[in-house]
């Protein structure tokens, strides 16, 4: 049975890389918005393609927040680092997240786990954009985005629209917005719609969208029939480079 999952499995990422125009899908067994392991496979997928993406030498890998991205991280394997020094720092600072899953905590930990280096990056998550601006003058603030926007690789998640906007406790007439905007999807702090199109962004510092086009490794690991929409609206406005990580819940919702 378990070589009858993997064909299984290995179909449904050629549809899914038909269906959503990209080169590389992986998927595993399961739905992470029934069974949280789910998330652990995903991760050691994760692991196994860092070792095929990243160049051997420096990289940077700018990291996201969120749930996913903090189980994931535990996937990562010290022999990533063997013939690499890898720095890993957050791609954007302050969306508003919970201290556990901000991106400055897993890069963090994906440092530790791979035997590397990370840089934080001190913006406060929760202050007004007049306070945020002049913190980008700050010389150790400025240091780290610009080894953020020269970053060569980028791992991060998809969310859905509003239930993102609610975990960030963004304004109600935001929500609204998205809402009368149709908004459902969210990655790296950009809200769009089923098409695609960007409908909301939240004006934070750290790595932009374009910043991606030239990365040699692009890798999304999102996961759970929830965030079908959210996959499939995404990848329209994606690096062809980007590397899908879902599961088989996320696969067959996307595909029926
Ligand atoms: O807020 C950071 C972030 O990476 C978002 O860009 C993304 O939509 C979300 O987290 C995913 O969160 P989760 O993995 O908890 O669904």
Redesign the pocket.
């Known amino acids: 049975p378990l070589i009858e999952q993997l064909s299984g499995m290995q179909q449904l990422e050629r549809q899914l890389c038909r269906k959503l125009g990209l080169r590389q899908c992986y998927v595993v067994p399961g739905d992470s918005d029934l069974q949280f392991q789910v998330v652990d496979a995903m991760g050691k997928v994760l692991n196994n393609k860092l070792k095929d993406l990243l160049p051997v030498g420096t990289n940077v890998i700018a990291v ?8 994931v991280a535990k996937q990562l394997t010290a022999d990533l680092s063997v013939d690499r020094q890898l720095t890993f720092v957050p ?2 600072g302050g ?3 919970r201290i556990d ?3 400055n905590n897993i890069s963090a930990q994906m440092a530790l786990r791979t035997n590397s280096l990370h840089r934080a990056l001190y913006v406060p998550e929760h202050v007004s954009e007049d306070t945020y601006r002049p913190l980008l003058a700050e010389p150790s603030v400025r240091q780290v985005v610009d080894l953020i926007r020269h970053s060569n690789a980028a791992i ?5 629209a509003v ?2 906007a609610e ?2 406790a963004m304004p109600p007439e935001v929500i609204a917005q998205l809402q009368a905007e149709h908004a459902v ?6 809200f769009f719609n089923e098409e695609g199109a960007i409908v909301h962004r939240i004006p934070r510092i750290g790595l932009q969208l374009e910043d991606l086009a030239t990365m040699d490794c692009v890798v999304a ?2 996961g ?1 029939a929830s ?1 079908a929409k ?1 996959i499939t609206a995404y990848v329209k406005i994606a690096p062809p480079q980007t590397c899908l990580i879902t599961d088989e819940g996320a696969a067959r919702m996307i595909l029926n």
Request: charged share 25%.
């Open positions: 996201m927040g969120g749930s996913t991205m903090a189980e791609a954007r969306v508003g997240e899953i901000q991106a991060h998640s998809i969310g859905e239930k993102m975990r960030r999807g969210e990655a790296f702090g950009y690991v999102a759970g965030k959210a």
